[in-house]
């Protein structure tokens, strides 16, 4: 698994408190010294819990959202570091988005992503050295990456005129990837890019799938010209678990009953669904249905239980799509003792498990994000 970039602060030359010290504390501890250490460190710090994590970490976060949303919310704060709940590459773009002075802490660094993984930048850079055999990719493609992959990947895409998109804006940006390029380059989540492309009216097979384990990425010359989309073959590990059959069962025992569905998940139980969206797509949708409507929700078990909880006095039934649990495994690793760990440390003056990305490659990958922004 890929770890952030690091870089060791002038502080981590004290020696920090060690994170034995917090191992084996109970969670009840935990919590209290979180809570004092928060009241000392005031406006010094921003808590950012990113919408999967776990509720006894989320509680303490003074934003939550998705991870772009939370790392803007944290560059226009007052705070001098920030703690990002949530997952290797979520840090990357809080470091990368925030002002100089700020400083990026992942609570966890073996906090990663699964898909993100799944694109390594010299995965990629094969691929595009592969494709320059068939066509001129600088010429003829847009490489996209979603904002679940590492900052490098990002830089890649700053360099070679390509983009970042999110499961919210991805049909807006690749509508700009098209009006730069005639293809497009589609990575780490295949099916976010199948769903958007199809959505666009784009024939599946104009959509290919490069597997980059093998060479040109299993395709023929023929298929990569003729495709529109070349989708990473790269998945969510948590959203590929849901399954046509749960929305089967679900709409024969609740035939009045509505499916959303997150576009990470598989084609066909994106095409089953009664709607598809980003995570604040979901919530949003669920918060202003009817009274009594009963929902089967296809996304992370944390936030699942979450909104059934905070929708239940309104008559509203939430329910967890898979019946096996799928809730994100790295994105767990942040928990009470990690966090309790890292704030004591900024309250003794001493900094653990900063994020820094490389100054070239954040402009890099900061090019690629404006762009979307500017596109958005």
Known sequence: MRSPAMQVSPAMQVSPITFDTFS????????????????????????????????????HADFTGDSLKLSRQAADSEAEYIVFCGVHFMAEVADILSRPEQISILPD????????????????????????????PDQSVTPVTYINSAADLKAFCGEHGGIVCTSSNATRILDWSFAQREKVLFFPDQNLGRWSGFKMGIPLDEMVLWDYDQPMGGLTPEQIRKARIILWKGLCSVHQM?????????????????????????????????????????????AESKPGTHWLVGTELNLVNRLANRFKPEGKTVQFMSSTVCMCST????????????????VAGKVVNRTTVPPQEAELARLSLQRMLDAS
């Open 331 to 346: 994105m767990a690793r942040i928990d009470p003792q990690h966090l309790a760990w890292v704030l004591e440390n900024l």
């Open 242 to 286: 849901f399954q046509p059959q749960h929305i089967e069962n679900f709409r024969a025992q609740h035939p009045d009953g509505l499916v959303i569905s997150h576009p990470e998940c598989s084609f066909e139980v994106c095409q089953l669904s009664d709607y598809v969206g980003s995570t604040e797509y979901i919530i949003k949708t669920i």
């Open 109 to 136: 660094l073996s906090a990663g992503c699964s898909m993100a993984d799944m694109a390594s930048l010299a995965k990629v850079e094969r691929a595009w050295r592969e494709l320059k055999t068939v066509l001129d």
């Open 24 to 59: 084996q504390m109970q969670d009840d501890a935990c919590q209290e010294r979180i809570v004092a250490a928060k009241a000392k460190l005031g406006k010094r710090l921003v808590i950012l819990g990113h919408h999967y994590q776990r509720d006894d970490v989320i509680r």
